[in-house]
């Protein structure tokens, strides 16, 4: 495979890939839920983390997306 494009389309049909791409979308509903918990808010690193997890999802989620 040369693109993620090409990874995608063969793996798009296959119940396993649409098992972790829910999972995905499953954990960065998490992380924006742990930014209603004052804990995480009030917490620079923890803020950090959740923010950073939610970028990386969105932005995995959406190359996905755009491939299928």
């Known amino acids: 495979m040369d693109n993620l494009e090409e990874a995608v389309k063969g793996l798009k049909d296959r119940p396993d890939f649409e098992f972790i791409l829910d999972h995905m979308r499953k954990c960065r509903e998490g992380y924006i839920g ?26 995995l989620l959406k190359e996905i997306e755009e491939c299928k």
């Open 34 to 59: 742990d930014l209603t918990s004052t804990a995480v808010v009030e917490n620079p690193q923890l803020l950090a983390h959740a923010s950073g997890c939610i970028s990386v999802l969105d932005l």
